[in-house]
């Protein structure tokens, strides 16, 4: 190869470098639009509420010397068992403690929680006593009380894939906003809600309306009256002059 046909080869293999480098810069611009800076702006979708179905547990303790329950664990259990009766999906699943200190203790325990739960209304079928041993010995090992209910779950929160302050990332330059942001608000809103299903759909049984209260105020609007309403003695619950 001469040095004419050399010159012409590096020129063409310059122009192929900056066509090869001109892609790259438009496949980097594709992946910054798209890359790990890319999720819905609405903080419903990006931390949406999800309906599971979760466990609902109380734990009762009981001591090495003392059989049965207190009033307060009496009071806690009834409350228990009329909580599975409204709003379980399975049945009840007792577990008892073997193997410790007080699992004798605990044995005569089950005995009155599973007369409590029957006079709550569980049939004998629906309650079932499963053993297990704790992992460590020197605590003190509970009766635990178990069963499915629907749940509305969120999160995890915290979860920071992108940096909040200046970058070159698009949620920065756009003004998107951040990951994290609106995950508390649902996962608050997810436990506090009573019954999840409220959050997909309204009841179908609605309190009627109260006629008679609505008939008269319209019949007021009607003759063109004031539809407000006029108390007899307006005065005599009165407990203080102040502001008069």
Not at 37 to 45: L, N, V
Not at 60 to 84: C, D, H, I, N, S
Not at 135 to 164: F, M, Q
Not at 217 to 223: H, L, P
């Amino acid at each position: 190869m001469n040095s004419r046909d050399f010159a012409i080869a590096v020129r063409r293999g310059s122009a192929c470098a900056v066509m090869l480098a001109g892609i790259g810069v438009l496949l980097a611009g594709c992946y910054q639009t798209t890359g790990k800076g890319s999720f819905p702006p609405d903080y419903r979708q990006r931390h949406p509420i999800a309906i599971k179905e979760g466990d609902q547990t109380l734990e009762v303790f009981v001591g090495t010397k003392r059989g049965g329950l207190v009033p307060a664990q009496r009071a806690e259990v009834m409350a228990f068992a009329y909580k599975w009766a409204k709003e379980g999906t399975g049945g009840l699943i007792i577990d008892l403690p073997t193997g410790t200190p007080n699992d004798l203790a605990a044995a005569d325990t089950v005995r009155e929680i599973r007369a409590l739960l029957a006079a709550a209304g569980a049939a004998p079928g629906a309650i079932n006593v499963r053993p297990y041993r704790p992992v460590s010995p020197e605590v003190l090992a509970s009766v635990k009380i178990h069963y499915p209910r629907i749940t509305a779950e969120v999160g995890p929160c915290g979860l920071w894939p992108n940096d909040v302050g200046p970058s070159f990332d698009r949620t920065y330059n756009e003004n998107q906003p951040y990951y994290n942001h609106g995950c508390a608000v649902q996962r608050n809103l997810a436990s506090m809600v009573e019954t999840p299903a409220d959050l997909v759909q309204p009841r179908t049984a609605e309190t009627p309306a109260y006629t008679q209260r609505r008939t008269a105020a319209f019949e007021k609007y009607r003759r063109g009256d004031s539809p407000q309403t006029i108390y007899p003695n307006p005065k005599e619950g009165k407990i203080s002059n102040i502001g008069q």
